[in-house]
């Protein structure tokens, strides 16, 4: 018999029940829920006259909609307004753990499930929200789920779901100086497309991930779902162990160590047999940026923007659609393109290693006098480490505007909108039309790059000013 990789042991020991020729119930050991998604999932259940069936296992924060300035006065907003006084109505109601506005773990869902030791290994995760692949840098299956989905798993604990398929994506080697997780995973996207995941749940693996701080691998794992896959996960290793090691909800003493010895065998067996394979090279990665309308379309910040003859004829009409979009032109650099405003935050890059970074490339440096920089920690806990290690005071210093944490400028969901035909520049996940706000341009980039873009005013290689 062959042998299993790490998302069947994970996935194969959670199935409840196969329906024949239909999908699998599976058993779901955390739900998170924020403001946006779960209103009418807590309303369906009520219709039916049911209630949470286990309370304990679901946590609550909202971060999508809330305002990131003046978080301690009323919302001003009414739909924001409504959805999180929502939230905590029902939370109450149900008995569920809510981290809600000024709470000291509140935050981005994202940030704070990792952050709080609530994402374990060998876990399955779900959230009413896409991203939620970002807790399989633990070594667990977590996926996004639709409202419906969000009722199903208040109600019973499970959801039905069709297994994906798997994929290994193998990045071997070491990554250059200036090149981080953030350039690693828009690599991959511009290699397989932002279609090339699609109907896999993908395993990361090779000694260039083996290499990435717990951060860089849930960055990776957090923008899986732009090449189409259902979810990304990485083995857990000993950088694994060390992270969760002491956070607040994290097993303790020789619990620990008891945990620490089951998550141990959770890895893909040698004999195991992906559906797909791929290699690359860490030496090819260099500092990347999208010039486009979804993340596939990115590019070596040192090249240019392709001509149309080297896009297939299938794909030339949304090519040239995105090119007008963003107002460039087929084979100019990328290199040199004013920018108006540089956004550091989101689940993908709002946590405390990324304002670290950022604070450190542009200690005794000055914003340029053309850019809006706005960066919104992940998390209250998040903001108070970048408080207590003095980074806040560098990037005021450098002409940084600091938020409150929420999802901010990554879905402008709230007051934090890129004017429309403005230019940013920003670490975030998505780079769709209107994404930003209507008629907001984004080019998608690493943290490091976006502190460089923030100081020179346009796009810079940040390994030219390291």
């Given amino acids: ?36 998604t779960s209103p009418q999932a807590f309303a369906g259940i009520e219709k039916r006259g049911i209630k949470v069936f286990r309370p304990q296992n679901t946590v609550a924060t909202p971060d999508h909609n809330v305002p990131t300035i003046n978080q301690h006065l009323p919302i001003k907003d009414q739909l924001s307004a409504f959805q999180v006084a929502k939230l905590t109505e029902n939370c109450e109601r149900h008995g569920i753990t809510l981290y809600g506005l000024n709470h000291p773990y509140q935050g981005i869902v994202h940030v704070i499930g990792p952050e709080l030791g609530i994402t374990q290994p060998g876990m399955t995760i779900v959230c009413g929200d896409s ?79 083996r290499s990435l701080s717990m951060e860089g691998r849930m960055t990776v794992c957090n923008m899986s779902i732009e090449s189409g896959a259902r979810g990304g996960m990485i083995a857990p290793d000993e950088t694994t162990f060390s992270y969760i090691k002491g956070r607040e909800f994290a097993p303790k003493g020789s619990d620990f160590d008891k945990a620490v010895e089951k998550w141990k065998k959770l890895k893909t067996d040698d004999d195991a047999v992906f559906d797909k394979e791929l290699t690359f090279d860490a030496a090819d990665i260099e500092p990347m940026i999208t010039y486009g309308t979804n993340p596939g379309m990115g590019a070596k910040i040192t090249s240019s923007i392709p001509s149309e003859k080297d896009i297939a004829k299938s ?91 929420g999802c901010s400028a990554c879905l402008a969901m709230n007051d934090d909108k890129i004017p429309e035909g403005k230019l940013a520049v920003t670490t975030s996940n998505r780079n769709f039309e209107g994404r930003q706000g209507p008629g907001a341009r984004s080019m998608l980039a690493s943290p490091l790059t976006a502190a460089a873009v923030a100081v020179t005013g346009r796009i810079t290689d940040p390994r030219s000013m390291l």
């Fill in 131 to 209: 991203h939620t692949s970002t807790h399989g840098a633990f070594g667990s299956v977590a996926f996004g789920i639709g409202t419906s989905e969000v009722e199903m798993v208040l109600a019973s604990q499970c959801i039905m779901q069709p297994k994906p398929k798997s994929m290994r994506i193998n990045v071997e080697g070491k990554l250059g100086k200036g090149v981080g997780a953030k350039d690693v995973i828009l690599y991959i996207i511009s290699k397989i497309t932002a279609s090339g995941g699609t109907g896999y749940f993908i395993e990361y693996a090779g000694s260039a991930i």
């Fill in 1 to 36: 018999m062959a042998g299993k990789t790490l998302f069947d042991k994970i996935w194969d020991s959670h199935v409840v029940e196969e329906i024949a020729g239909g999908p699998s119930i599976l058993y779901i050991d955390k739900h998170l829920v924020h403001e946006v």
């Fill in 315 to 405: 794909n030339l009409a949304t090519f040239n659609k995105a090119i007008a979009y963003m107002g460039f032109k087929h084979n100019e650099p990328i290199s040199g393109k004013q920018v108006d405003y540089v956004f550091v935050g989101s689940c993908t890059n709002g946590r405390i290693e990324d304002l670290r970074e950022v604070a450190n490339f542009v200690k005794g440096r000055k914003k340029a006098d053309n850019i809006t920089a706005w960066i919104v920690p992940g998390s209250k806990q998040v903001e108070k480490q970048a408080i207590e290690e003095g980074l806040t005071s560098i990037l005021e210093a450098a002409g940084f505007k600091l938020r409150q944490p």
